[in-house]
C-alpha cells in the first residue's frame, strides 16, 4: 500500500482512507483521507499525530450496509463513497477496528448507512486508516498489564489447564462451564483460570433486572444475536468457592470476580454467593474477591459486603439517570438505588470502580462531562475502568440523544486530560486491581 502525504509536517500526515469490497477485501483510497466520527455528525479528518500502529490483537471488520465517509484531499470536501472511485461500478463498504483491551477508542468508523441497514454485530468499530505501511487507529492506552494478551494464551497450554482442573475438581459444574467460556467462546477471562493467571471469573446468575441494549448474553428480539448463552444453571456455594480457592492458592496476587459475560446481575443470587465467600474466607485471608455489578440492590450488596467482599465495580454509560436508563433499560431498581450502592461501598471502605461504557460523541460530550466530573466529586471511588462500548454507534448515538443531548463533544483526549488535572488520585484502567495494588 502507498501513503498519502502531501507537504503537511510529519506528526499531521493525513492518513489513507480505506474500505471493504463486497467480498470483504480490504482497499486502501489514495487521495482521499480516513475520517473518523464523535457523534453523527462529528468527523473527525485522521493523522499520524492522533492516532497509532493497531495493537497485537485487533481485527479489522467489514461494515455492510455502511458507506465510508472520507476527505477528498483534492477538493477538501467530505464525500461518501458509495463505489470506488478508481473502480467505477465497484460497491464500496466502510471498515472499523476492533481493538485490543486496554485502548480507550477516541473516534469510531465515519460512515453512513444505507435504507433498511440492519443492526451491527456487537462489537466497538474504532476508526481505522493507513499510513506508512501499517494500519493506524484513534485510541489511547490506559492500562498496560498483559492479563489478555492472546499471545500469552497458546490453545495448547490452555488446554493443559483444562485436563489438569478435570482431575482437581471432576464433578464441578462450574469448572465445566468455564471450559466452555475458554474453549469455545475464547474468553480470556476463561483462559486466564486455567492458565493460572491473574483474574478468575465466577460466573453464577441465570437472570437480570436489567435489559441492557448491548447485553452480549440475552437479546430480546431477532435483530441482533447474543455473542454466548447465559449459563443456565446456578453453582452451589462449594462449586463456587472450590474454583475461586483453586485459583487463589496458586496465583500471586489472585482476583476472582462474580458479574461476567455470560450470567446476568450476580446480586440476584446473593443468596449462593454470600455462603461462597464465606467459605473462602473461612480458608484463606488471600485473594481478591471482586464483584461486576449493576448495583441495583443495595439491600443485597450490604449481604455481601458483610460476608467478606473486597470490592466492587459498577457498570454505567452515563451518571445522567435518563442516559443511563436509555441503555440499561433497568426493571424494578432506580439510578438512585445505582448510587446508594456505590456509597455504601465507600462507605464500607471498599475499593469501587465504575466500569464506564465510552462511546465518543456522547461520553465527552459538555453536558456528559459536567455530570460526570459533579458525581466524582460526590462519590469519591477509586477507578474509572473505561471500556469501549459494543453497540450499533449510531443507533447509540440515536437513543442516547432521544434520552438527554450530549452536548457538544469535547474529544476523548480531553475528558481524560481533564479527569487526571480535577481528580489526580483517581485511577484509569481497564481490568480489575488486585487489593495488593490498590490506591489507598
Given at each position: 500500500?502507498?501513503?498519502?502525504?502531501g507537504?503537511?509536517?510529519?506528526?499531521?500526515?493525513?492518513?489513507?482512507?480505506?474500505?471493504?469490497?463486497?467480498?470483504?477485501?480490504?482497499?486502501?483510497?489514495?487521495g482521499?483521507?480516513?475520517?473518523?466520527m464523535?457523534?453523527?455528525?462529528?468527523?473527525?479528518p485522521?493523522?499520524?499525530?492522533d492516532?497509532?500502529?493497531?495493537?497485537?490483537?485487533?481485527?479489522?471488520?467489514?461494515?455492510?450496509?455502511?458507506?465510508?465517509?472520507v476527505?477528498?484531499?483534492?477538493?477538501?470536501?467530505?464525500?461518501?463513497?458509495?463505489?470506488?472511485?478508481?473502480e467505477?461500478?465497484?460497491?464500496?463498504?466502510?471498515?472499523?477496528?476492533f481493538?485490543?483491551?486496554?485502548?480507550?477508542h477516541?473516534?469510531?468508523?465515519?460512515?453512513?448507512?444505507?435504507p433498511?441497514a440492519?443492526?451491527?454485530?456487537?462489537?466497538?468499530?474504532?476508526?481505522?486508516?493507513?499510513?506508512?505501511g501499517?494500519?493506524?487507529?484513534?485510541i489511547?492506552r490506559?492500562?498496560?498489564?498483559?492479563?489478555?494478551?492472546?499471545?500469552?494464551?497458546?490453545?495448547?497450554?490452555?488446554v493443559?489447564?483444562?485436563?489438569?482442573?478435570?482431575?482437581?475438581?471432576p464433578?464441578?459444574r462450574?469448572?465445566?462451564?468455564?471450559?466452555?467460556?475458554?474453549?469455545?467462546?475464547?474468553?480470556?477471562?476463561?483462559?486466564?483460570?486455567?492458565?493460572?493467571?491473574?483474574?478468575?471469573?465466577?460466573?453464577?446468575?441465570r437472570?437480570?433486572?436489567?435489559?441492557c441494549?448491548?447485553?452480549i448474553?440475552?437479546?430480546?428480539?431477532?435483530?441482533?444475536?447474543?455473542?454466548?448463552?447465559?449459563?443456565?444453571?446456578?453453582?452451589?456455594?462449594?462449586?463456587?468457592?472450590?474454583?475461586?480457592?483453586a485459583?487463589?492458592?496458586?496465583?500471586p496476587?489472585?482476583?476472582?470476580s462474580?458479574g461476567q459475560?455470560?450470567e446476568?446481575?450476580?446480586?440476584?443470587?446473593?443468596?449462593v454467593?454470600?455462603?461462597?465467600?464465606?467459605?473462602?474466607?473461612r480458608?484463606?485471608?488471600?485473594?481478591?474477591?471482586n464483584?461486576?455489578?449493576?448495583?441495583?440492590?443495595?439491600?443485597?450488596?450490604?449481604?455481601?459486603?458483610?460476608?467478606?467482599?473486597?470490592?466492587?465495580?459498577?457498570?454505567?454509560?452515563?451518571?445522567?439517570?435518563?442516559?443511563?436508563?436509555a441503555?440499561?433499560?433497568?426493571?424494578?431498581?432506580?439510578?438512585?438505588?445505582?448510587?446508594a450502592?456505590?456509597d455504601?461501598?465507600?462507605?464500607?471502605?471498599?475499593?469501587?470502580?465504575?466500569?464506564?461504557?465510552?462511546c465518543?460523541?456522547?461520553?465527552?460530550?459538555?453536558r456528559?462531562?459536567?455530570?460526570?466530573?459533579?458525581?466524582?466529586?460526590?462519590?469519591?471511588?477509586?477507578m474509572?475502568?473505561?471500556?469501549?462500548?459494543?453497540?450499533?454507534?449510531?443507533?447509540?448515538?440515536?437513543a442516547?440523544?432521544?434520552?438527554?443531548?450530549?452536548?457538544?463533544?469535547?474529544?476523548?483526549?480531553g475528558?481524560?486530560?481533564?479527569?487526571?488535572?480535577?481528580?489526580?488520585?483517581?485511577?484509569?484502567?481497564?481490568?480489575?486491581?488486585?487489593?495488593?495494588?490498590?490506591?489507598k
Amino acid at each position: 500500500m502507498t501513503a498519502a502525504g502531501g507537504s503537511r509536517t510529519p506528526r499531521r500526515r493525513p492518513l489513507t482512507a480505506l474500505a471493504a469490497d463486497p467480498e470483504g477485501r480490504i482497499l486502501e483510497l489514495p487521495g482521499f483521507q480516513a475520517m473518523g466520527m464523535a457523534g453523527p455528525e462529528g468527523f473527525i479528518p485522521l493523522t499520524a499525530a492522533d492516532t497509532v500502529v493497531m495493537p497485537y490483537g485487533g481485527e479489522l471488520m467489514m461494515l455492510p450496509g455502511r458507506r465510508p465517509v472520507v476527505l477528498d484531499l483534492e477538493s477538501g470536501e467530505r464525500r461518501i463513497l458509495m463505489e470506488n472511485p478508481y473502480e467505477p461500478g465497484q460497491p464500496l463498504f466502510a471498515v472499523s477496528a476492533f481493538n485490543s483491551p486496554g485502548y480507550v477508542h477516541t473516534a469510531v468508523s465515519a460512515f453512513v448507512e444505507d435504507p433498511g441497514a440492519r443492526m451491527l454485530p456487537l462489537f466497538s468499530y474504532d476508526a481505522v486508516g493507513w499510513l506508512d505501511g501499517a494500519f493506524r487507529t484513534p485510541i489511547l492506552r490506559v492500562d498496560r498489564e498483559p492479563r489478555q494478551d492472546l499471545r500469552r494464551m497458546p490453545r495448547e497450554r490452555v488446554v493443559a489447564g483444562v485436563e489438569r482442573m478435570r482431575r482437581i475438581m471432576p464433578d464441578n459444574r462450574l469448572r465445566r462451564h468455564l471450559e466452555r467460556c475458554a474453549l469455545e467462546y475464547g474468553c480470556p477471562a476463561g483462559k486466564n483460570f486455567f492458565l493460572g493467571r491473574y483474574e478468575a471469573p465466577l460466573p453464577t446468575s441465570r437472570t437480570c433486572n436489567a435489559r441492557c441494549l448491548g447485553c452480549i448474553s440475552l437479546q430480546e428480539g431477532a435483530e441482533i444475536r447474543s455473542s454466548q448463552e447465559r449459563i443456565d444453571f446456578t453453582p452451589s456455594p462449594e462449586e463456587i468457592a472450590e474454583v475461586a480457592l483453586a485459583h487463589i492458592r496458586r496465583v500471586p496476587r489472585a482476583v476472582v470476580s462474580f458479574g461476567q459475560g455470560c450470567e446476568g446481575e450476580p446480586l440476584l443470587a446473593a443468596d449462593v454467593i454470600a455462603p461462597a465467600i464465606r467459605l473462602i474466607r473461612r480458608q484463606t485471608d488471600r485473594g481478591t474477591i471482586n464483584l461486576n455489578s449493576n448495583a441495583s440492590r443495595p439491600d443485597l450488596l450490604a449481604v455481601l459486603l458483610d460476608a467478606g467482599l473486597d470490592s466492587l465495580r459498577v457498570s454505567l454509560n452515563s451518571v445522567r439517570p435518563e442516559v443511563y436508563a436509555a441503555y440499561f433499560r433497568p426493571r424494578s431498581y432506580r439510578f438512585d438505588d445505582v448510587v446508594a450502592s456505590i456509597d455504601l461501598a465507600l462507605a464500607k471502605g471498599r475499593f469501587v470502580s465504575i466500569n464506564y461504557l465510552n462511546c465518543p460523541g456522547v461520553t465527552d460530550g459538555s453536558r456528559e462531562v459536567e455530570a460526570l466530573t459533579g458525581f466524582l466529586r460526590a462519590h469519591p471511588i477509586s477507578m474509572i475502568q473505561w471500556r469501549n462500548l459494543n453497540y450499533d454507534p449510531l443507533r447509540y448515538y440515536r437513543a442516547m440523544a432521544a434520552a438527554a443531548p450530549p452536548g457538544p463533544p469535547l474529544g476523548m483526549p480531553g475528558l481524560l486530560a481533564r479527569l487526571r488535572r480535577t481528580f489526580p488520585r483517581l485511577v484509569h484502567g481497564y481490568f480489575n486491581p488486585p487489593k495488593e495494588n490498590w490506591r489507598k
